[in-house]
């Protein structure tokens, strides 16, 4: 498969999570090959950086999905199709040749007469006469010594020459529009996986091992495959990455203890508990407590209201909001109840979008429910746009500044919407 340059932005596809446009990833087959990146996603302008971005979409969705994630519901398939696609392998092995800008080549060990170089004694002892000293004791004057010569033509260079080719006809066109040559030798994927799992036992060099650990999973992957014209790698569910990624970022590790729960007592028999709700993230900052929960809607790019999240997701935020607020195990060190906020955070795209805004985080309104008497903070929900370019390129790292500026934003927001941001016993107050 070769694909010019010129072309690569014509592959380039930002899907709109309507039905039948939902994947995230990279459908190819030997005539074709398209990436599919999550709604709202800004392209870049320059090849250079679409392949960048592309490299990193695959690192992400790496990361982020497991193989059970990696099902897609297509409708000219009888039934989703479970890909376990390893791209992984696929990019150490292009990386490895366009590294070492050659194929692997074992150094197969020879021997040579020499007064310098490296000794193989025992060799030296059979093969050379030594002379002898006035005490006795041998001194050879010339020395078995082991020397190298590169061996391209053995097996191991073979099969990398093999998953090299394979490797550029899958994924090399993110890197060139060329294909190395095609091996001319017979290919055997049994013998193959039984000559690597033999070096890869007895190597030591961590560069190599994970080299023969990709071929490995590479040849394998080709062994089972049933459709050899089509790979998938990606999800229809990109939701939960979502998801994942701002829990990354913004969240807690241990949130249990922020989970609601409920039993039943009985009076006769034993008690009935029901598995805790669970929010998405908890984030701390300032003593203040954030219940996020992240929304791969569509609201972000459209501007349609019926693309928000529904009432059932708003009266959740608020019980979550209520039981950490009122809950003893919460208080402050002066015994106060800790400030809490609610915020919906949803995708877009902050250089193309229909609300003339530019921030990374910004506010597009708040819901509540009619059944609470609107009094305390996290009565009020803020609707957070989150730039997901930005998102996706920085779970990484210290997150300290992002979740200061996510914070700054809720509570801006909740001002700028009618609340009341907290008084100075930090208690919940109030909003008019």
């Known amino acids: 498969m070769e694909m010019s340059a010129e072309l690569l932005k014509s592959k380039c596809h930002v899907n709109t999570n309507e039905e039948g446009d939902r994947f995230v990833g990279i459908k190819a087959d030997s005539e074709n090959a398209m990436v599919y990146f999550p709604m709202g996603y800004q392209l870049p302008d320059t090849e250079h950086e679409r392949r960048r971005d592309i490299l990193h979409l695959i690192s992400v969705l790496s990361e982020f999905t497991a193989r059970k994630d990696r099902v897609l519901h297509m409708k000219k398939f009888e039934a989703p199709q479970s890909v376990d696609f390893p791209v992984n392998a696929y990019m150490e092995v292009i990386n490895y040749y366009l590294e070492q800008r050659s194929y692997y080549t074992e150094k197969e060990p020879i021997y040579k007469t020499s007064d310098r170089g490296n000794t193989d004694w025992a060799k030296t002892i059979r093969q050379q006469k030594p002379l002898l000293q006035a005490n006795n004791s041998p001194i050879y004057l010339k020395q078995t010594v082991r020397d190298s010569t590169p061996n391209d033509r053995n097996l191991i260079t073979q099969i990398h020459k093999y998953c090299v080719y394979e490797s550029f006809q899958k994924l090399g066109w993110l890197f060139t529009p060329n294909l190395p040559p095609k091996p001319d030798f017979p290919v055997d994927i049994k013998r193959f996986l039984i000559e690597l799992n033999d070096k890869l036992g007895k190597t030591n060099n961590d560069k190599d091992k994970r080299l023969f650990a990709s071929m490995i999973a590479m040849l394998k992957y080709i062994d089972e495959e049933t459709n050899k014209r089509q790979f998938y790698f990606g999800t229809d569910s990109f939701e939960y990455v979502w998801e994942k990624l701002i829990d990354r970022v913004f969240g807690v590790r241990n949130k249990d203890a922020y989970f609601p729960k409920a039993t039943w007592h009985l009076k006769k028999g034993k008690t009935r508990s029901f598995e805790a709700l669970r929010p998405d993230t908890i984030m701390v900052h300032n003593n203040k407590i954030f219940v996020l929960d992240a929304k ?137």
Not at 306 to 320: A, D, F, M, N, V
Not at 363 to 390: A, F, M, P, R
């Open 296 to 432: 791969y809607y569509r609201y972000g790019i459209t501007g349609e209201p019926l693309h928000l999240p529904e009432g059932r997701s708003i009266h959740k935020q608020i019980t979550y909001g209520e039981y950490i607020s009122t809950n003893d195990k919460f208080k402050n060190e002066n015994g106060n109840n800790p400030m809490v906020y609610n915020a919906f955070l949803m995708p877009y795209n902050s250089r193309d979008n229909i609300f003339d805004l530019s921030g990374i985080f910004e506010n597009c309104g708040e819901s509540t429910g009619e059944w609470k008497g609107q009094d305390y903070t996290y009565e009020h929900v803020q609707g957070i746009l989150v730039d997901i370019n930005y998102l996706m390129h920085h779970y990484t790292g210290n997150h300290l500044k992002k979740i200061m500026a996510l914070a700054e934003s809720i509570e801006n927001a909740l001002a700028e919407n009618g609340g009341h941001l907290p008084n100075e016993s930090g208690t919940s107050v109030s909003v008019s």
